[in-house]
């Protein structure tokens, strides 16, 4: 019998599961050979404070402490470091970069650039592509593998279970109780909570929960070469106004991506030609990289409900049932600050003064809200 069943070992199911551990016995059940091989493996890995609508944003700040100064003997390795991020405008976008401009916080704040600035700043960007730019101090790289190993070590120092090769296909409520049928074990536990990335309804399905609506995007990403003899490893990311295409350097090499986000249904998502063509056409007309030859692509799934916000709370029908869900393209930045926030709605019934003082209620989150939405009653949606 544990207290606490966590379905999913991506970054949400693991940073949830580091901090329920202090608080009950928790076993973490992955259906893959091992943790972070969806959505969590397959990331740009940046932290961007200023993406997404208010409620991510606000998240996303609420990680920043657990980023910067992450418990004692969490990691060796520092879990952010140094970026930036300059956004270009070409001729007609430049309105997309006021926007970006004066929405950003006082505290992660965008600084308008010279186009002469802007190729200062990333030589490698073809001259006659920048109308206008702006420079993103605040934004960093996530070390990933770090965060997921911190978690999972801490997770297993305090005699939590990770069980992986384990995809749940049954769960049945009886005696007060969850009974997760997987792997040949039948488990027990007091609550069970979804943090299945793209899979999350199909979990909900299994508890006999309503629908939040997921629905899954493809991204498709690109590693190529960098120009010889040209030092990258030091450029900011590059994104582009009124559109999600980006490039960054990735370990000696440049990832590039046009931003798609087609929805499909969750899987082991692959990228499909035509998006590999589209994000090397893409980089060859924006940068002056001799495309010869694309090392590498992969696919992932940012999953989505229809407010963009992610869902995290119990379920307003099914008992002990706890969706942490839905985190879109943010869902490493705010792995921390959502963990956090999950533990204490699970222990207290309610979040952490802090991220309520950023401007997070329970109900911009709650599962509920969709409930209300289906009775007739809508919410307010947070604004992007
Ligand atoms: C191309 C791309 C770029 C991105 N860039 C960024 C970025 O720069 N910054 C950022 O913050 N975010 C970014 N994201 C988003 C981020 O990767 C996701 O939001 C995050 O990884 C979601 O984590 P998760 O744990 O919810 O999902 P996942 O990592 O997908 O984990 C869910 C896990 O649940 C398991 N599971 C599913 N069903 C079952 C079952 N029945 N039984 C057992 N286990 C099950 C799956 O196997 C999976 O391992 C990006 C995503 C993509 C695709």
Not at 226 to 231: C, K, L, W, Y
Not at 292 to 299: D, G, L, V
């Amino acid at each position: 019998m544990y207290d606490f069943a966590i379905i999913g070992a991506g970054i949400a199911g693991t940073s949830l599961a580091f901090e329920l551990a202090q608080i009950g016995n928790v076993v973490l059940i992955e259906a893959e050979a091992q943790p972070g091989y969806h959505s969590t493996g397959r990331s740009a890995a940046l932290y961007t404070p200023n993406y997404g609508n208010t409620v991510v944003r606000a998240i996303s700040a609420f990680s920043g402490p657990f980023f910067r100064d992450p418990p004692v003997g969490f990691t060796e390795y520092p879990l952010l470091t140094q970026r930036g991020l300059l956004t270009i405008a070409v001729q007609g976008q430049e309105e997309g970069l006021d926007a970006l401009v004066s929405s950003a916080a006082d505290q992660t704040p965008v600084h308008e650039v010279s186009p002469s600035e802007a190729l200062k700043l990333v030589p490698l960007l073809r001259p006659d592509v920048v109308s206008a730019a702006a420079f993103e101090p605040g934004v960093k790289d996530i070390d990933v593998d770090a965060l997921q190993r911190g978690n999972l070590r801490r997770f297993k120092a305090l005699k939590g279970r990770l069980l992986c090769g384990a995809r749940v296909r049954e769960l049945a409520r009886g005696s007060g109780r969850w009974h997760i049928v997987v792997a040949g074990e039948c488990l027990e536990a007091a609550v069970v909570i979804n943090a299945a990335g793209a899979w999350a309804d199909q979990i909900g399905e299994l508890a006999g929960t309503k629908s939040i609506g997921m629905v899954p995007k493809r991204r498709c990403a690109i590693v190529v070469d960098a120009p010889a003899g040209v030092e990258i490893s030091a450029l900011p990311a590059v994104d582009m106004a009124g559109s999600e295409a980006y490039f960054k350097p990735e370990a000696g090499r440049i990832m590039a991506s046009i931003g798609d986000e087609t929805p499909t249904e969750p899987q082991d998502a692959q990228p499909e030609e035509l998006d590999i063509a589209l994000a090397a056409d893409w980089l060859q007309r924006h940068t002056t990289i001799d495309l010869r030859r694309i090392k590498h692509s992969w696919a992932g799934l940012r999953s989505f409900v229809s407010d963009g916000a992610p869902v995290v709370g119990f379920d307003a029908a099914v008992d002990d049932f706890f969706w942490l869900a839905g985190q879109g393209g943010f869902g490493i930045m705010m792995a921390p600050a959502l963990a956090q926030a999950s533990s204490s709605l699970i222990r207290d019934n309610r979040l952490p003064d802090d991220l309520e003082r950023r401007g997070v209620s329970q109900n911009v989150i709650s599962p509920a809200r969709f409930s209300v939405a289906q009775s007739g009653s809508a919410i307010e949606s947070p604004s992007d």
